[in-house]
Structures are given as structure tokens and as C-alpha cells.
T-cell receptor, first 110, second 115 residues
């Protein structure tokens, strides 16, 4: 099956700093989503981005499908950005299920 | 209104018991899923249901059985619970299925603890 690798595994930032999270995948995808799992365990959709670039406030994401990677940018980080960021992909297997990476654990300190 | 809801939020039970987790969605989506998140926070697909038909079962033990009474509900029944079943279980939905792609929306999760 498709492999999804996220980096870095852990990241500690001071409030106000910027960061870039990376997601590499091993095969062509027809769906790529970024999620934020907050400290209460809730999985929050950030982006549906199988290709191209999207922005939502301080967050933006870019997927280069031909090179099989996606980047999540967090600017002017806040303590509420802390949590685990997951990249998940759906390949062309026909089942529309998501394969998740292991996540990036982000801690933003005041 | 919560788009995808799960009950209960927490479930603590003894080994060997049978339990159910309920999932309801009000998005009108065609496909529902169950994912399992283990103690290392790794998320993995368990089941996918489209219009009451099981699309895929990812080598999950047959002690786990999804049941969909209607398009808006997908419940997860677990028989003879084992310690290794302790995890957080997430329900999810999407509008499309069968190779088509769309955003998946996740419920709040159910934390199952087996003692």
C-alpha cells in the first residue's frame, strides 16, 4: 500500500515563529488532507488539497502531486496551534479510504 | 448541529464484554468509515460503508462488526473485548465513494479502555 512519511516528528516553537511541516507519499494520490488533532483529541480538517495551494488565515498548504509531497505552513504560531498535525492520503485503490502519516507533534510555548 | 457525532465519548469495560459505539451524521453523505487510533496516535482504517454495503475490511478481527441501520448511522459492535482493543475509535464520513474523492469529516472519537 501507499506509504506516508511526515517530518519532523516533533517540533517546539516559540509563539510568533513560523514553521513548515512536510508530507511525502510513495504513489499517486487523488485525495490529500491535513488535519490538526488538538490536545483534547479532536481531529480538525485543515485542508483538502490533492494538488495546488490553499490558504486559510495563518495556515497555508501546497501539494506538488508530480513530486509526491505536500507542505503545511504555519505562520505567527500561537499556543492554540499545539497538537499533532496529520497528513492523510487516498490513493487510486478505489476504496476512498485515508492512509495516515505518523504525524508531527507541535508544541508552541508562550 | 454537530455534523458527525459519536456516543459514548468514553467507554471503560472489562475484558470479555461486548460493547457498541454509535455514529451518526447529518451531512447527507454516502460513505461512512471507522478508524482506530492506537496508543502511539497512529490512525488506521477499519471499515468503509457505502449505502449500507461494506466496501472494505482492513483485516480487522471478526469480533468487530459494523452495522448500518440507515444511511445516517454506522455503529461499531465489538464482541469479547481484549486488552489490545483499547484505543480511540473515530467515525468519519464523505460525500463520494468507490474511487472518487472528497473531504472526509471526522467525529469527536470514542476512547475505549479495556481492563
Amino acid at each position: 500500500g501507499i506509504q506516508v512519511e511526515q517530518s519532523p516528528p516533533d517540533l517546539i516553537l516559540q509563539e510568533g515563529a513560523n514553521s513548515t511541516l512536510r508530507c511525502n507519499f510513495s504513489d499517486s494520490v487523488n485525495n490529500l488532507q491535513w488535519f490538526h488533532q488538538n490536545p483534547w483529541g479532536q481531529l480538525i480538517n485543515l485542508f483538502y488539497i490533492p494538488s495546488g495551494t490553499k490558504q486559510n488565515g495563518r495556515l497555508s498548504a501546497t501539494t506538488v502531486a508530480t513530486e509526491r509531497y505536500s507542505l503545511l505552513y504555519i505562520s505567527s504560531s500561537q499556543t492554540t496551534d499545539s497538537g499533532v498535525y496529520f497528513c492523510a492520503v487516498d490513493d487510486y485503490s478505489g476504496y476512498s479510504t485515508l492512509t495516515f502519516g505518523k504525524g508531527t507533534m507541535l508544541l508552541v510555548s508562550p | 448541529d454537530t455534523a458527525v457525532s459519536q456516543t459514548p465519548k468514553y467507554l471503560v469495560t472489562q475484558m470479555g464484554n461486548d460493547k457498541s459505539i454509535k455514529c451518526e451524521q447529518n451531512l447527507g453523505h454516502d460513505t461512512m468509515y471507522w478508524y482506530k487510533q492506537d496508543s502511539k496516535k497512529f490512525l488506521k482504517i477499519m471499515f468503509s460503508y457505502n449505502n449500507k454495503e461494506l466496501i472494505i475490511n482492513e483485516t480487522v478481527p471478526n469480533r468487530f462488526s459494523p452495522k448500518s441501520p440507515d444511511k445516517a448511522h454506522l455503529n461499531l459492535h465489538i464482541n469479547s473485548l481484549e486488552l489490545g482493543d483499547s484505543a480511540v475509535y473515530f467515525c468519519a464520513t464523505s460525500a463520494l465513494a468507490g474511487g472518487n474523492t472528497d473531504t472526509q469529516y471526522f467525529g469527536p472519537g470514542t476512547r475505549l479502555t479495556v481492563l
